[in-house]
Every structure is written in structure tokens, then in C-alpha cells.
């Protein structure tokens, strides 16, 4: 019984590589600390920004600028960044997704490339351009059309009073604008990525070329769409030039988005006012910052959670 | 619920390049036809043309016509997605939707076109369907896990079942075997035999044995050469292309000595 084991030859030469791959292993140690980097980076902001936050934190009220403390500096800043994002997120993420798909499967193939070509140069646009067509041009332009939303549409909560050009309605759809090259840009690689496989199936069962979109393009586009989204939106939370140069910030809560009545965002009230602070407003400031960066941690969270909810059915395997 | 398929002089292109030349003939309803012949000689191509599927590759052109009885699938105005529903097709790679569950992969093709159907009546196509795609068995108690989840052949069946479930005329099956293991081949056969008795079934295959124990009638394309046009060089009964083909190119091919 023992032969088996005490005859088993030594294991051919030709078979062992003494140890691991050099090259697997460079590999390996390069990417787990490029992982390391970028976890230390966070964690290094996240910090800084508590440190530094720290003294507005347990200061008495009555110091924080405004004399009501921090939270009621903060809260309408955060109302104003979360208003001012969403309306970009709103006008954008339809106008991507419809011009994306244009360019994958409807657009004949040269002005597709050219169409392509372009969202890809608008994509390079820096955000302080996108802030002057705003004062100068979409604001102006937008009030006949502010003024038809509260007419038509007042009985909403969003419309009413005396429009002005410098509005979060205004606000939000530059920075809709200028978020919708990169969504586009994302989205429509997303799609022409669909498996022909899936388009086939679904126009051989005779679907219309928007049923198989919907049947095999979206399903398997969702979370790139939702990337992209993610993308757009940390882009919008974030800005700050057009947002600066565009509205105007009063410190009350309003739901009326076409007048100059609604608070400002955060990114652009620390561009504004941090120059000229000291001291304890600094502190404030910073943690002001500290909330945006939270919020963006939260909403990039939320937004991995939908795209994991299904992925067992998201044909990866 | 069959229909008898008229081609006539079908030429079919890919741009400028000729693919498919001249092929006329007629395929019987209640009926399984193979298409035989060696890589690239066009089967795919003639296949997609008999549904109009080849319109979704860019430059893809016919001319000539195919009559589904008697109705011009190339006449003007006729609307491709029309067509695609009475002529349905399965492909060589299964491809079930990865989003979607058994269930909702069987109704996809019902589902289109804004159709609603009860419930009840929802469950009875699915147990039908895969009833007479010989899954159902298999995937009973699991109708709302993903498709993509089945083994190959599960899969391959599971396109069959939505295939038939928006009940067509005609089923064209692209090597609907070629990536599966003998048992699901025998399966899959197995249920084309079944089907003849509904459908039109046009089979192309690499495999000689599955035209000659599935098929009524074979239909044998070649090419001359690289960059000529692919002709259909015989069409019969299938015992008579096995046995006593008339061309020879057609014995060479079924003795082994081509391609
Ligand atoms: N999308 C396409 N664009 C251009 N030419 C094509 C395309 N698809 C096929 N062809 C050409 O048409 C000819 C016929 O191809 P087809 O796919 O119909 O062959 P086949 O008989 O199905 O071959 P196989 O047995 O390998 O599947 C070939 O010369 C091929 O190169
Ligand atoms: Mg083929």
C-alpha cells in the first residue's frame, strides 16, 4: 500500500517555477498599493477636514458667523447644494441618456463619430465659460420663460414671485449643461458596449427598435448609467465657479426656484467668502466642506447599493 | 399556425459584395429543412434574409423575393418587425436575457408591442412554452431566477421556449447545437421533431448526422471560392442528398473529401 507514495518521482523540473511569478508579484504589489493610496488619500482629507472643522464644532453659537451657530450656517448651504445638483441631475440625466442613444443606435455612422467627437470637446469646456454663458446669455434668455413657468405652472411649489435671472432654476440647468457632455460621454459608451447577442434576441422576437432598446440596451446599460450619473452629480455638488458667478444667495429656505430667494451651495459659498476669513470662519467653512464631502460619500454609496441590488441579474456571470 | 416559404431568385448582399446568388426554392410548412454546407458559403446570410434580420447589419441588402404563403416579406410597406414575429429565430450562441428571469425571458417576446396579458394567463404560456421546449421540468421551481443561470443547453432550450411562446409560423434555428453536449443536442432534437408538427423549421448545422436524422429536406450551399457568391447547388429529400446526391460537389461534400 505504501509504494504508491514512497515511488511518486520528484516533481519534473520543466513544471516548477521555484516560487511565484516575478512579474505577478510586481504586479500584484503595484495595484494593492495604488488601492492603498487612494483608501490613505480619503482618509488623509477626511482628517484634515475634522481637524481643522473641530474648533467651529464646540464653538458657542452666538461666534459662528451669522451668531446662530453652525448648523443654521450650514443647513441652508447644504439645501441650496442639494437643489442646485438635483436640478442639473433632472435636466441631464434624460437629455444624456436620449442624445447617447442617438449617437449609438440611431444616427447614421459619420454624423454619429461627428456628434461624438463633439460631446467629447464640450466635456473639456472649463466650468468658469459655462458660468459667464450663464450670467450673460441662459439668464437673460430664461426670463420669459421663468415668468411663463410661474403663469402656467405656479400652482407648483416651485414657481412664483418676481423671476430673476440669477435663480437656482437658472443655476441648476448651467450646471446641467455642464455635466451632460460627460454623462453623455459615459452613456453612450455604455451602450455601444450592449452584446449584440441581446439586440439580436430581442428584434428577432420583433422588437421595434425602442422596445429592444429598452428589452436589451437599458437593462444592461444601468449601471453605467448610474455611474455616469454619479459622475454628474459629484461634478454639480462640487462646482464652484459657475455656481459663484451665477447665483445670487439669500439665506432663506424656499421651495420657488425661480427667484433670487434660495440659499446658496457650499462649494461656491467657500470660494466666496473664504478669502476674506479668519479664524473661527475658517473653521466654519471647512466644515461646511466636510458635510459636501459626506454628502458625496453618501450618495456615491447609495448609488453603488442600487446598481448591487440585482447583480445577480446583471449578466456578469 | 405554418406557413410555406417561396423564395425566388434571392440575391443577397453585404455592400457591394455578393454573398448569396440566385437561390430560388421552396421550403414545405410542417416541415424541418438543414442547410448544409462549408464555412462561409452563406447559410447565416440566406438564414437571416428569410426573417429580415440580416437589415440590422449595416450595408445588408436583398433583392429578389420570399413569399410567406404568398406574401411578399420584401413587398413594399411591409413592416420587418411584422415579419420577425411570424418568423422567429435561435441563434448558435443561446443568448436569454441576463436581466431578466426564466419567467420574464419567456415572455419577453409577448410582452412587446405594449401587450398585456392577465396573469393567469402569463403562467399558462410559461408552463406551455417550456412545456414544449422540454425544460420545464428542469427550471419548475426556479421561474424567477436569472436565465443566464442555466447550463448551456438549459439556456439554449429556454430560447426555444421564448421563441415559440409569441407563436410563430416559421422557426429558423443559426447551428442551434453547435455549442451544446450530446445529451442537450439529442434534447434539442428531440424537440424539433415535436415541433415540425406546429412549425416551419429551417435548421443550418455543421453536423452531418444531426441533417440527416432531424431534417425532411437538405439544402447544400457552396462557394467556388473566396469572394465568390455562395449558390444553393442542391435542394431534395433529405434521404436522397445522403444517399444519391445529384452533384457532385454535394457527394464530396457529404463523403467528407471537401471543406
Ligand atoms: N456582417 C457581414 N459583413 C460583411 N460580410 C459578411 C458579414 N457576415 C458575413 N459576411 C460574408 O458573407 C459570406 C457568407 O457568410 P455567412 O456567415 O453567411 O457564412 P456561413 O455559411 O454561415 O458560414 P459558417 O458556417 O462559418 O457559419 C462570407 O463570405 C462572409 O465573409
Ligand atoms: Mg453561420
Known sequence: MSTSTQTREPAAAELTTGGRRFGDQIFRGLSTSAGLVILTALFLVAAFLLWQ????????PADVRGGKGLVHYIAPLLVGTVMAALIALLTALPLSIGIALFISHYA???????????????????????????????????????????????WLPFFGGTSSPRSMLVTGLVLGIMILPIMTAVNREVFLQTPRLHEEASLALGATRWEMIKQAVFPFGKSGIISGAMLGLGRALGETMAVAIILSPSVRYTS??????????????????????????????????LVLFFLTLVVNMFARWIVSRRSEFSGAN | ????????????????????????????????????????????????????????????????????????????????????????????????????????????GVKLNNKRIKKSEAE????????????????????????????????????????IAVKPEVVLMDEPCSALDPISTLAVEDLMAELKNDYTIVIVTHNMQQAARVSDKTGFFNIEGTGKPGKLVEYDETSKIFNNPSEKATEDYISGRFG
Not at chain 1, 260 to 284: C, H, K, Q, Y
Request: aromatic share 6%; proline share 6%.
Open chain 2, 124 to 163: 399558462e404560456l410559461v408552463e406551455s412554452s417550456l412545456k414544449g421546449a422540454n425544460l420545464w421540468n428542469e427550471v419548475k421551481d426556479r421561474l424567477d431566477k436569472p436565465g443566464s443561470g442555466l447550463s448551456g443547453g438549459q439556456q439554449q432550450r429556454l430560447c426555444i421556449a421564448r421563441t
Open chain 1, 108 to 154: 447614421p455612422r459619420r454624423l454619429a463619430s461627428a456628434l461624438g467627437y463633439l460631446v467629447d470637446l464640450l466635456a473639456a469646456v472649463p466650468s468658469v465659460i459655462f458660468g459667464l454663458w450663464g450670467i450673460t446669455v441662459l439668464g437673460p434668455g430664461m426670463i420669459p420663460v421663468q415668468g411663463g413657468l410661474v403663469d402656467y405652472l405656479g
Open chain 1, 53 to 60: 472643522a473641530w474648533p467651529a464644532l464646540v464653538a458657542d
Open chain 1, 256 to 289: 420657488v426656484l425661480n427667484t433670487s430667494g434660495n440659499p446658496g451651495t457650499i462649494a461656491a459659498d467657500i470660494a466666496l467668502n473664504f478669502p476674506e476669513s479668519s479664524g473661527i470662519d475658517v473653521n466654519t467653512l471647512v466644515a461646511s466642506g
Open chain 2, 1 to 108: 399556425m405554418s406557413k410555406q416559404i417561396d423564395v425566388k431568385d434571392l440575391n443577397i448582399y453585404y455592400g457591394d459584395f455578393l454573398a448569396v446568388q440566385d437561390v430560388s426554392t421552396t421550403i414545405a410548412p410542417r416541415s424541418i429543412t438543414a442547410l448544409i454546407g462549408p464555412s462561409g458559403c452563406g447559410k447565416s446570410t440566406f438564414l437571416r434574409a428569410l426573417n429580415r434580420m440580416h437589415e440590422v447589419i449595416p450595408g445588408a441588402k436583398v433583392k429578389g423575393s420570399v413569399e410567406l404563403d404568398g406574401q411578399d416579406m420584401y413587398g413594399r410597406g411591409v413592416d420587418p418587425v411584422l415579419v420577425r414575429r411570424k418568423v422567429g429565430m435561435v441563434f448558435q450562441k443561446p443568448n436569454p436575457f441576463p436581466t431578466m428571469s426564466i419567467k420574464e425571458n419567456v415572455l419577453a
